[in-house]
């Protein structure tokens, strides 16, 4: 891999850094859903920094940005489009909604009702959308960044299965170490940094790279480890279900990315039990209360399944 | 029929392994075989190559029937008779060849191959010379490989001999285990075995003339190897027959004589000389031994003329063991056969002058005999292979005109004269001498060493051995007759082997012959006799459950390695050697109290080591970076296999501490 892809990637980490203070791990792992060529989902409590994180990532790699604030009262017209009948012409003409942009920030995304919510299904999953018999391709590339509040908050729609699924990478952000926390109480409004934030990628180099990710070797042992986990979730009497084949696709899409991001130009067990929580916990469910949630399955996972036979 | 009716896929592969096997089955029969065959199989084989390339199709019925009968026409005018051994393998050869005509499915294929097996079996039958067993050997490989050309959709050399190998390994101890315990069960009817006619030997009668034919074979007569000191050369007069008939022109065997002619074995006096005769393979009628000899073996009997013969021809090859004790007399203990006076139907005025003034002018038969001998040192006689054609009076003409002549001559004229001075003389043939092989230690008696030479009886001290040759060539006697007749035209004309004058080649000779020689002596002697001896010795009592035991476990164990090597547990999945050798390491260094968690991937466990365990670390470092290297970075072929074999050869973390402290220059990283 060329040398100054990698330190762009590493410029691109400090750059949000500077916003998203004492997140290294969690600004790598959105980076890395955006090489895969994937969506990411950021679920946690208000006021963590979720926004800012999604902010910061829109302006450093330079994409075309839109941000829509889902509502109970959301309409999927209100994010593909609509056509309108222009007296002029005496035609209907096609205004495009908001999801026609690169990167799309879906704040909130578990307030809308699941009828809006899967408007974005097509989207994401085939990068384009269809309306009124019409199929629109959107640009390239395609980022989607969604927010959402815990499910045991008010006013929340769980977000169908389905639509889980589409999202390559679940991340929550947590909240920020005690230092941080001070520096950004000390430092003020961090929005006023992000104004500052530079532009260090663009379209045609995130495309660059994320060919340049399928380039990544992934040798027949680490298959083998991968297809071990997603038969452990499939036969394990913990799992309500087994990790479907999109899910090891990803997984193994992530762990590219992931070994990009170290600079290697090979895969090892390490980067996919890294990237294994962020792509699996989502798409696990415990198969009877009390078996813990995400975490505790994939926690089971990592140090039951033998990563070398 | 069309090509379209093969019903099975004739592969390209199959069809040429299946040709080239038949050839190799041919080919070393081409000296049996009429040599039209190859012309046939060319022809044939010519056609199915045809219709496998879909360009012919099979021959209709009467086509075939056509070419098998002009076939047997060709056997039936190539052989004297239908039913001899060559004509019988012929008529097998054909089918097999024209079987090729009617192939029509796998099955055929097959068949053809099972008979092919067959005639090279039936080689064995014309010769059971090491090298025919080679031969066959080599056969047996081809049509290993041309069964599995069938059923391969891939017919690749070597893999293929690699399984022939294997097989022929498998079968070896059977094979041995067969040879050695297999009943050897004689003859139920006498076949009519090849070469009977054809092989230069010694016959029963003797025209002047037929030596000299025989002394220009380079072919072996017998084998002898003696316990203890050889006797010298001129010693060495192997009595075969006594020719005491004579009609006035061709000596024979006393008609009278076949018959009760038996005579209890002499008894033999100190020092006896011990020796083992083998002969090669053939019709034997009489056993070759020197002067006085007695035989130990059940089927033979001593006969009045002092010689040993077999109670009924003795086919194959043939070995006996002898005591003889030179210096003893051939003594009759019944009265003289007024044959051994006959001068029979034959007008030799002149020889008979002679003889009749020996007679007047020495009253003493021993005299007489010394007469005798005294005219052949002083008459010019010249010893040679190509004697002229002699007229009526052939002994006249050779004493006195011609002059020249070979043993038979010389001894056929002495007896003659000795017989018209009325001393009761007869012919008695043989060998003389013979070839030491000094590589082994044994004698090797060619037919080129064929003799003739005279007995006279004189009162009280029986039959003596009288050998005008001796007088007229003593080289013949003294350096043996290949000194004596290298020089001669002729001499050995027949065989191949001219290079008798060159040291290497003779050493050569020798060599093979000693190969052959063993051959026979431990393999193609081996008999019912010998093989009872030999269980006798090795398992202490021959019953039934002894011989099963060892044929069972000579089967078994092969079947059992076999079982062994081809049902292993099969592999764990995704197993590949680069993991069993880390895990091999892991366990080794669980040994020293750290053990690798399940899901712990191998840097994680690393760095738990170093950070643990520092003494373990550069050792597991090695390691991890060897496996890395074999199972997740990009794969290079080249360093793979050093790569596996550090990490295998590294995997006990005691020994690599040693051996890298050890080392010169190792520098902890």
């Known amino acids: 891999m060329p040398s100054d892809q990698l330190a762009v990637l590493a410029a691109v980490s400090d750059e949000i850094g500077r916003v998203v203070l004492g997140k290294d791990r969690q600004v790598q792992q959105a980076l890395c859903c955006l090489l895969a060529r994937g969506h990411l989902l950021i679920e946690d409590v208000p006021g963590v920094g979720k926004t800012t994180l999604s902010q910061a990532f829109a302006r450093v790699t330079g994409l075309d940005y839109q941000r829509m604030q889902f509502t109970s009262d959301l309409l999927p017209a209100d994010i593909l489009g609509v056509s309108v009948f222009d007296r002029n012409s005496n035609a209907f003409h096609f205004h495009p909604g908001p999801i026609f942009t690169q990167f799309l920030l879906v704040d909130e995304i578990n307030r809308a009702s699941p009828k809006t919510q899967s408007a974005l299904l097509e989207a994401m999953a085939e990068q384009q959308v269809s309306i009124e018999g019409e199929t629109r391709p959107l640009p390239q590339p395609y980022f989607v960044m969604a927010t959402q509040n815990p499910w045991f908050q008010s006013g929340t729609f769980p977000l169908p299965e389905s639509q889980l699924d589409r999202f390559l990478m679940r991340i929550s952000l947590g909240y920020p170490d005690e230092r941080s926390e001070r520096r950004l109480l000390a430092g003020g409004d961090p929005r006023a940094v992000l104004s500052q934030l530079r532009a260090l990628l663009n379209a045609e180099k995130i495309i660059a790279l994320q060919n340049a990710v399928d380039a990544i070797e992934v040798r027949d042992s680490v298959l083998s480890y991968v297809q071990r986990l997603i038969g452990f979730t499939r036969q394990d009497s913990h799992y309500a279900f087994g990790l479907s084949t999109r899910a090891a696709l990803a997984l193994i899409q992530c762990a590219k990315a992931w070994a990009m991001l170290q600079g290697r130009d090979y895969v090892l067990p390490d980067d996919i039990q890294l990237v294994l929580e962020p792509v699996a916990a989502h798409r696990l469910k415990a198969a009877a209360d009390g078996q813990g949630d995400g975490p505790d399955l994939i926690k089971r996972l990592l140090s039951q399944v033998p990563v070398v036979v | 029929m069309t090509a379209a009716n093969i019903n099975f896929v004739a592969q390209r592969q199959s069809v040429i392994w299946l040709l080239l096997a038949q050839l190799v089955t041919l080919a070393p029969l081409l000296g049996v075989l009429p040599v039209w065959i190859l012309a046939v199989w060319a022809f044939v084989a010519l056609w199915y190559w045809r219709i496998v390339s879909a360009a012919w199709s099979f021959p209709a019925r009467w086509i075939k029937a056509c070419i098998a009968l002009s076939t047997l026409g060709g056997v039936y005018f190539s052989f004297p008779s239908l039913f001899s051994l060559e004509a019988m393998v012929t008529i097998l050869v054909l089918a097999v060849v024209l079987k090729l005509l009617e192939l029509k499915t796998a099955r055929d294929h097959w068949l053809i191959l099972m008979l092919s097996y067959f005639i090279v079996a039936c080689g064995l039958l014309f010769s059971q010379q090491i090298g025919a067993l080679i031969m066959a050997l080599l056969q047996i490989a081809v049509l290993l490989l041309a069964q599995q050309a069938l059923q391969r959709r891939r017919a690749k050399t070597l893999p293929m001999l690699r399984v022939v190998g294997v097989m022929a390994l498998q079968s070896l101890p059977l094979m041995l285990m067969l040879f050695v315990i297999f009943p050897r069960i004689g003859p139920l009817w006498t076949m009519p075995l090849p070469g009977g006619q054809a092989t230069t030997g010694m016959s029963d009668s003797l025209e002047f ?8 074979s380079g072919a072996l007569a017998f084998r002898v190897r003696f316990n203890g000191v050889m006797p010298a050369s001129h010693d060495l007069y192997w009595r075969g027959l006594v020719l005491d008939d004579f009609d006035g022109r061709r000596w024979t065997r006393s008609s009278w004589s076949l018959w009760s002619n038996k005579m209890n074995p002499p008894v033999l006096a100190e020092p006896k000389l011990n020796y083992t005769v083998t002969l090669e393979p053939g019709s034997h009628k009489w056993l070759y031994t020197l002067p006085q000899a007695a035989v130990s073996r059940d089927d033979v009997y001593y006969s009045d003329q002092h010689l040993w013969l077999p109670a009924r021809p003795i086919t194959g090859r043939m070995q006996y063991t002898v005591s003889s004790n030179l210096g003893q007399g051939l003594v009759d203990n019944k009265a003289l056969s007024r044959k051994n006076l006959s001068l029979g139907r034959a007008a030799n005025p002149r020889a008979e002058a002679l003889a009749a003034q020996w007679q007047t002018q020495w009253p003493d038969t021993q005299d007489r005999v010394a007469a005798a001998i005294r005219y052949f040192e002083q008459t010019p006689f010249i010893y040679t292979l190509t004697p002229p054609l002699l007229g009526e009076s052939n002994v006249d003409e050779f004493l006195f005109d011609s002059r020249q002549g070979f043993c038979e001559h010389f001894a056929g004229s002495f007896v003659y004269l000795m017989r018209a001075a009325g001393v009761p003389a007869r012919i008695v043939v043989g060998y003389q001498g013979g070839e030491f092989n000094d590589r082994d230690g044994y004698l090797l008696v060619n037919q080129s060493d064929a003799h003739a030479w005279a007995e006279v009886y004189i009162e009280g001290q029986g039959w003596l051995r009288v050998d005008p040759t001796a007088t007229v060539a003593p080289n013949r006697i003294r350096l043996g007759a290949e000194a004596m007749l290298r020089d001669q035209e002729g001499y050995l004309g027949e065989s191949p082997l001219s290079l ?37 010795r090795v398992l202490g009592d021959i019953n039934p459950q002894r011989l099963m035991l060892v044929i069972m476990l000579a089967g078994g164990i092969p079947l059992c390695l076999a079982a062994f090597f081809s049902l292993r547990l099969p592999k764990r999945a995704g197993e590949d050697l680069a993991a069993r050798y880390y895990l091999a390491s892991c366990a080794a260094l669980a040994r020293k109290g750290v053990p690798r968690r399940a899901g712990e991937t191998p840097d994680d466990y690393l760095r738990r080591v170093e950070a643990g365990h520092a003494c373990w670390a550069a050792w597991l470092r090695e390691q991890t970076r060897l496996f890395s290297l074999c199972s997740y ?37």
Not at chain 2, 529 to 535: A, E, I, P
């Open chain 2, 209 to 216: 003339g037929d030596i000299a034919k025989l002394s220009q």
């Open chain 2, 500 to 536: 008798r004058n060159y040291e290497w080649a003779k050493r050569l000779r020798y060599f093979v012959d000693n190969i052959n020689y063993a051959w026979a002596r431990w393999i193609l002697n081996y008999d019912s006799g010998t093989q009872n001896d030999f269980l006798l």
């Open chain 2, 633 to 669: 970075l990009p794969q290079d072929s080249v360093s793979y296999q050093e790569n596996l074999t550090s990490l295998k050869r590294a995997r006990r973390p005691q020994k690599w501490l040693e051996r890298s402290t050890s080392a010169t220059g190792y520098t902890s990283k």
